[in-house]
T-cell receptor, first 116, second 116 residues
Framework: AQTVTQSQPEMSVQEAETVTLSCTYD???????LFWYKQPPSRQMILVIR??????QNATENRFSVNFQKAAKSFSLKISDSQLGDAAMYFC?????????????FGTGTRLKVLA | SAVISQKPSRDICQRGTSLTIQCQVD?????MFWYRQQPGQSLTLIAT?????????ESGFVIDKFPISRPNLTFSTLTVSNMSPEDSSIYLC?????????????FGEGSRLTVL
């Protein structure tokens, strides 16, 4: 069964600095999606960035980028020029296809604190 | 993208009662999921809501406790039956996984249930 592991329960970063959140996953599939989601306190879960496994190029979205290492099954998120609004829980997620439907598996999350 | 509305946004319930959560999507979607997020925890998939047929439940979740309806491609309900304090959680409706689409899940704002 697929698993997603986030080994950092909590991280802190100074405003304007860069931080990297780690995520590893376990799968025997070759085609899948990986995601980073952000959940601000008491607010809606939103997508930060996605990566398709067949694409070798790392995805980027403005200040957010990933380091996707398929062979190592690693999918880290880098946040550059951190802002106070980046403070949130960040979840790494994996999408698998099983029994004709999709299933999304989430890691345990990393709480990011941004220090002014 | 999809806009998801959940009702109620929060509720306080008495032990032994049942509560139905509604999820309305602004477009027709194939896949709809119900997740539970206990305080400070990750997301746990309860079930996949299938249009016109019985929901597919994950291990540890049963239909008698969490009956789900999905009468059409834009609406679903989740009932939490015979509630106990252990059912206090955020319940999230999500949609996505469209074949050929962008692959991500979209989330509602969640329904925060407190059981006394």
């Amino acid at each position: 069964a697929q698993t997603v592991t986030q080994s950092q329960p909590e991280m802190s970063v100074q405003e304007a600095e860069t931080v990297t959140l780690s995520c590893t996953y376990d799968t025997s599939e070759s085609d899948y999606y990986l995601f980073w989601y952000k959940q601000p306190p008491s607010r809606q879960m939103i997508l930060v960035i996605r990566q398709e496994a067949y694409k070798q190029q790392n995805a980027t979205e403005n200040r957010f980028s990933v380091n996707f290492q398929k062979a190592a099954k690693s999918f880290s998120l880098k946040i550059s020029d951190s802002q106070l609004g980046d403070a949130a829980m960040y979840f790494c997620a994996y999408r698998t296809r099983t029994s004709g439907t999709y299933k999304y598996i989430f890691g345990t999350g990393t709480r990011l604190k941004v220090l002014a | 993208s999809a806009v998801i509305s959940q009702k109620p946004s929060r509720d306080i319930c008495q032990r032994g009662t049942s509560l139905t959560i509604q999820c309305q999507v602004d477009s027709q979607v194939t896949m709809m999921f119900w997740y539970r997020q206990q305080p400070g925890q990750s997301l746990t998939l309860i079930a996949t809501a299938n249009q016109g047929s019985e929901a597919t439940y994950e291990s540890g979740f049963v239909i008698d406790k969490f009956p789900i309806s999905r009468p059409n491609l834009t609406f679903s309900t989740l009932t939490v039956s015979n509630m106990s304090p252990e059912d206090s959680s955020i319940y999230l409706c999500s949609v996505g996984g469209q074949w050929g689409g962008t692959g991500e899940l979209f989330f509602g704002e969640g329904s925060r249930l407190t059981v006394l």
